[in-house]
């Protein structure tokens, strides 16, 4: 598959499945590759996902996320929201994003000069990292989209999977086999969101 068509294919799958294309091994496979090849400013580093599958992604949207929401969201608006888990707890697995903010300290003080702009070098770090996830695993097929109920679930993600206190959770990506197409997306003229001056 081109490039150019890996880039078509990544879109936002809301409704997945637990039947994937390929084993969980490869998808896992793609994952650490993500993360390990993705660059870095100053060769931080910072950027960790957590794979989890079976009972773990269960527990995340069905126990973590759902008993969070239960305790804040109106009874009479949460059965929508109920719903809207549902199709995350059916995919086969979620990948969760974090930062490092003890990285990016550390890059704050060796490289002072810089210090002020280390946070949104460590965003930029992210967005790499995880678009560079959803296309690898575009490319095989698998589907995902990017949700973020943090910091609601922080506390409970971080002791239920002995996460370091100084990870910062920032996106949750459920991941699976695609069960329905993306809807049809608009796209404004490039002429107004690119200039080329020769």
Do not use: C
């Amino acid at each position: 598959m081109a490039y150019s068509d890996i880039l078509k294919t990544r879109r936002s799958i809301y409704i997945l499945n637990d039947q994937l294309p390929v084993s969980q091994a490869i998808v896992a496979g793609r994952i650490k590759e993500a993360i390990s090849l993705s660059p870095t400013a100053f060769m931080m580093q910072g950027i960790h996902a957590v794979i989890l599958t079976g009972d773990n992604h269960k527990k995340l949207w069905d126990k973590i996320v759902y008993n969070t929401l239960q305790k804040i969201v109106p009874a009479e608006a949460f059965k929508r929201t109920e719903i809207k888990l549902n199709t995350f707890s059916q995919a086969t697995g979620t990948i969760l994003l974090l930062r490092d903010l003890e990285a990016v300290e550390r890059m704050k003080q060796e490289y002072a000069t810089y210090a002020d702009e280390m946070d949104n070098w460590s965003w930029q770090d992210l967005g790499i990292a995880m678009v560079n996830i959803w296309n690898s695993l575009a490319e095989v097929n698998v589907g995902a989209n990017i949700q973020h109920y943090n910091p609601l679930i922080d506390d409970e993600v971080k002791k239920t999977w002995s996460l370091p206190q100084s990870w910062k959770l920032i996106a949750q990506m459920p991941f699976g086999s695609m069960t329905a197409p993306a809807g049809d997306k608009t796209f404004l003229p490039i002429e107004e969101r690119l200039r080329i001056f020769d």
